[in-house]
């Protein structure tokens, strides 16, 4: 998986059948077109270069992604655009928002700094031919590759910075495991890490997202869809290059992500070589996740500023929706002030900076507050007990024993706090003990950390693609509940994933459940919940409607489902789940606690502060 260290790739003869390699002056920017960059085996791939028009060396902001970088942002995810447009001005002010593309910097805001900014189509997609297998070593040697070439040009002052959301955020951490020697700093904004754990199975259960998300972003875009695709806003040409392919001829160019996928249903080499290697991951890096990303992109923007090697690393943490504030005046300041440090070399005051920046969640709001680390330092790991009896989450443990069961595929069991007696913040990673017993040889626990007002209506807030999202979630599938002693913690149990182990009809075995991390700052009144199903969470009231780029309608976990019925036999899963309590079995959750800092007044939040508005749905 190593990329040959040196490597410098040169650009590709232009082919005179298009317009690439053409150079204009537009929007006050010299700009390279369609670029052809030869990789190690002779594939070029396609590039747009924006550059200051005053001749120079600039460092260079790269991405490498599948979306096709000719199709503008408005085009490909309109209702996406609209919604941002509409709520926040500060995006689209300021630039012609003609060269903005989904989940990359918009080149108008960034060339005035001084910066180069460099877009490349992945291996298949958009405007460069080959194969696409997405996150495999093939593709993450290929951005090594084009960091290398950026850092060769005569444009450039030799020092590569990656920027993007999602997919241009997750291939950071993969290709950071490379260690190319041109790549000088990091934002990974709202990504994932592990293929596994992170993307492709909670707690072992098949995400179905991929396989939908492959249909619907992917595939639109990939190279040879030719004159059925796009033309670019810009300049005209197709943004799926200038062939056109039959069918057969792009089925064969392409993985099928999806059956590769359900053909691992362990933590195997296929899902090791798609995953950072944390301990070579050292290139200083912002890390930003988003509290409402569960289901994708919280996880790995938490696990690699604990874990990966890195001596200068941040972490910064949001809300609202997926895309909103890496454009917004809030996250692109924060962006540029980071990459001026270590691309410009400005002494500005980044490396003074608190190491973990949390955007605190209210019901109306989001407070900011710098930490020292993660988790919190001052955090008070508190367990709250399940009581089968009366239902309740209580800080003493239960008398007796008990038991509870629910249709193995259901809605299952809630267990509520008593009304908050005053505020409560919960900000961290969670945990849930429990003590199971199957009808069959196996059990999907899906786990939901709730809050509720005080008349006991949920109260819910606009994740990153759901506007009806819980406070957090987790999950587990009980055959995969071994633990990797070295890595768990009580707060963070890892499972190995790598083992298989059928439960026993009416066998009881002990379960440790992640949930992932999350933030809620409660008033008194209002009451904790925990529920354990058989299913996904679906909210109980309004829909949260459809985007254009998503198949499912937006029930309260946005396009992050569970309902591959490959995974999910009926003889299997169709059973009864119980949990058992007393006798050495207590149950229980773990929350993370924020006691207020000593003398430390409480902010107020404002609905229009660097995070903006969170908005509360009950």
Same mark, same amino acid.
């Given at each position: 998986?190593?990329a040959?260290?040196?490597?410098?790739?040169?650009?590709?003869?232009? +082919?005179?059948?298009? &317009?690439s390699?053409?150079?204009?002056?537009?929007?006050?920017?010299?700009?390279?077109? %369609?670029?052809?960059?030869?990789?190690?085996?002779?594939?070029?791939?396609?590039?747009?270069?924006? $550059?200051p028009?005053?001749?120079?060396?600039?460092?260079?902001?790269?991405?490498?992604?599948?979306?096709?970088?000719?199709?503008?942002?408005?085009?490909?995810?309109?209702?996406?655009?609209? !919604?941002?447009?509409?709520?926040?001005?500060?995006?689209?002010?300021?630039?012609?928002?003609?060269?903005?593309?989904?989940?990359?910097?918009?080149?108008?805001?960034?060339?005035?700094?001084?910066?180069?900014?460099?877009?490349? %189509?992945?291996?298949?997609?958009?405007?460069?031919?080959?194969?696409?297998d997405?996150?495999?070593? !093939?593709?993450?040697?290929?951005?090594? +590759?084009?960091?290398?070439?950026?850092?060769?040009?005569?444009?450039?002052?030799? /020092?590569?910075?990656?920027?993007?959301?999602?997919?241009?955020?997750?291939?950071?951490?993969?290709?950071?495991s *490379?260690?190319?020697?041109?790549?000088?700093?990091?934002?990974?904004?709202?990504?994932?890490?592990?293929?596994? $754990?992170?993307?492709?199975?909670?707690?072992?259960?098949?995400?179905?997202f991929?396989q939908?998300?492959?249909?619907?972003?992917?595939?639109?875009?990939? +190279?040879?869809?030719?004159?059925?695709?796009?033309?670019? &806003?810009?300049?005209?040409?197709?943004?799926?290059?200038?062939?056109?392919?039959?069918?057969?001829?792009?089925? $064969?160019?392409?993985?099928?992500?999806?059956?590769?996928?359900?053909?691992?249903?362990?933590?195997?080499?296929?899902?090791?070589?798609?995953?950072?290697?944390?301990? !070579?991951?050292?290139?200083?890096?912002?890390?930003?996740?988003?509290w409402?990303?569960?289901?994708?992109?919280p996880?790995?923007?938490?696990?690699?500023?604990?874990?990966?090697?890195?001596?200068?690393?941040?972490?910064?943490?949001?809300?609202?929706? +997926?895309?909103?504030?890496?454009?917004?005046?809030?996250?692109?300041?924060l962006?540029? /002030?980071?990459?001026?440090?270590?691309?410009?070399? #400005?002494?500005?005051?980044?490396?003074?900076?608190?190491?973990?920046?949390?955007?605190? $969640?209210?019901?109306?709001?989001?407070?900011?507050?710098?930490?020292?680390?993660?988790?919190?330092?001052?955090?008070?790991w508190?367990k709250?007990?399940?009581?089968?009896?009366?239902?309740?989450?209580?800080?003493?443990?239960?008398?007796? =024993?008990?038991?509870?069961?629910?249709?193995?595929?259901?809605?299952?069991?809630?267990?509520?706090?008593?009304?908050?007696?005053?505020?409560?913040?919960i900000?961290?990673?969670?945990? *849930? /003990? *429990?003590?199971v017993?199957?009808?069959?040889?196996?059990?999907? *626990?899906?786990?939901?950390?709730?809050?509720?007002?005080?008349?006991?209506?949920?109260?819910?807030?606009?994740g990153?693609?759901?506007?009806?999202?819980?406070?957090?979630?987790?999950?587990?599938?009980?055959?995969?509940? /071994?633990?990797?002693?070295?890595?768990s913690?009580?707060?963070?149990?890892?499972?190995?994933? %790598?083992?298989?182990?059928?439960?026993?009809?009416?066998?009881?075995?002990?379960? %440790?459940?992640?949930?992932?991390?999350?933030?809620?700052?409660?008033?008194?009144?209002?009451?904790?919940?925990? =529920?354990?199903?058989? #299913?996904?969470?679906?909210?109980?009231?309004?829909?949260?409607?459809?985007?254009?780029?998503?198949?499912?309608?937006?029930?309260?976990?946005?396009?992050?489902?569970h309902?591959?019925?490959?995974? !999910?036999?009926?003889?299997?899963?169709?059973? =009864?789940t119980?949990?058992?309590f007393? &006798?050495?079995?207590?149950?229980?959750?773990?929350?993370?606690?924020?006691?207020?800092?000593?003398?430390?007044?409480?902010?107020?939040?404002?609905?229009?502060?660097?995070?903006?508005?969170?908005?509360?749905?009950?």
């Amino acid at each position: 998986m190593r990329a040959r260290s040196g490597v410098r790739p040169q650009a590709a003869p232009s +082919h005179a059948a298009d &317009r690439s390699g053409r150079t204009e002056i537009r929007n006050g920017m010299s700009i390279d077109w %369609d670029v052809a960059v030869a990789m190690d085996d002779g594939v070029a791939l396609r590039c747009d270069v924006f $550059r200051p028009v005053q001749d120079g060396r600039y460092p260079v902001i790269l991405s490498l992604g599948p979306y096709a970088k000719g199709l503008a942002f408005q085009d490909g995810y309109p209702s996406a655009w609209e !919604r941002m447009a509409a709520q926040h001005p500060d995006v689209t002010a300021g630039s012609s928002n003609t060269h903005q593309s989904w989940e990359v910097v918009d080149p108008e805001k960034w060339v005035p700094h001084g910066y180069v900014c460099a877009r490349f %189509d992945a291996r298949g997609c958009g405007r460069s031919p080959g194969f696409i297998d997405h996150f495999s070593p !093939r593709e993450t040697k290929d951005l090594y +590759h084009c960091i290398e070439w950026a850092a060769a040009q005569a444009w450039s002052n030799g /020092k590569v910075g990656l920027n993007g959301v999602s997919y241009y955020a997750i291939n950071q951490w993969h290709v950071a495991s *490379l260690q190319p020697p041109h790549l000088a700093a990091m934002c990974i904004w709202e990504g994932a890490a592990d293929w596994y $754990r992170d993307m492709t199975h909670h707690g072992g259960i098949l995400s179905s997202f991929w396989q939908n998300w492959y249909d619907m972003q992917v595939k639109v875009v990939q +190279h040879g869809v030719g004159t059925r695709g796009r033309r670019s &806003r810009v300049h005209g040409e197709l943004v799926c290059g200038p062939d056109t392919l039959s069918d057969s001829e792009l089925e $064969r160019n392409r993985c099928d992500l999806g059956r590769e996928i359900r053909e691992h249903p362990l933590d195997d080499e296929y899902h090791k070589e798609r995953s950072p290697v944390w301990s !070579r991951v050292k290139v200083p890096f912002l890390s930003a996740a988003n509290w409402g990303g569960q289901g994708l992109h919280p996880r790995g923007n938490f696990e690699g500023f604990v874990r990966a090697a890195s001596k200068q690393k941040w972490l910064e943490v949001h809300g609202l929706e +997926h895309w909103t504030h890496f454009y917004t005046t809030y996250g692109r300041e924060l962006q540029l /002030k980071f990459f001026d440090h270590f691309l410009h070399g #400005k002494d500005n005051g980044w490396d003074k900076e608190p190491r973990v920046l949390l955007q605190v $969640r209210h019901l109306d709001g989001f407070v900011a507050r710098p930490e020292s680390k993660w988790p919190p330092a001052r955090t008070k790991w508190t367990k709250v007990y399940l009581d089968p009896g009366a239902g309740l989450l209580r800080q003493q443990k239960p008398a007796g =024993t008990a038991a509870r069961s629910f249709d193995a595929m259901g809605d299952g069991v809630t267990f509520l706090t008593a009304p908050l007696d005053a505020d409560i913040e919960i900000t961290g990673p969670s945990s *849930l /003990k *429990l003590f199971v017993s199957s009808s069959t040889s196996d059990a999907d *626990l899906f786990v939901v950390l709730r809050a509720f007002a005080s008349d006991l209506r949920e109260v819910v807030f606009q994740g990153a693609i759901d506007p009806h999202t819980p406070i957090g979630q987790g999950w587990l599938r009980a055959s995969h509940r /071994k633990l990797d002693k070295k890595l768990s913690t009580p707060y963070r149990p890892y499972h190995t994933h %790598d083992l298989q182990q059928p439960l026993k009809s009416g066998k009881v075995v002990e379960v %440790d459940i992640e949930i992932w991390p999350t933030s809620i700052v409660l008033p008194a009144g209002c009451r904790v919940g925990v =529920t354990i199903r058989g #299913k996904d969470y679906v909210y109980p009231g309004a829909t949260g409607g459809r985007l254009s780029n998503f198949k499912n309608e937006l029930k309260g976990c946005g396009p992050f489902l569970h309902d591959d019925p490959h995974d !999910r036999p009926p003889d299997i899963f169709e059973g =009864t789940t119980t949990l058992h309590f007393g &006798r050495g079995r207590q149950s229980y959750l773990l929350l993370p606690i924020i006691p207020p800092k000593a003398g430390a007044r409480v902010p107020r939040p404002r609905a229009r502060t660097a995070a903006a508005t969170t908005r509360r749905r009950t």
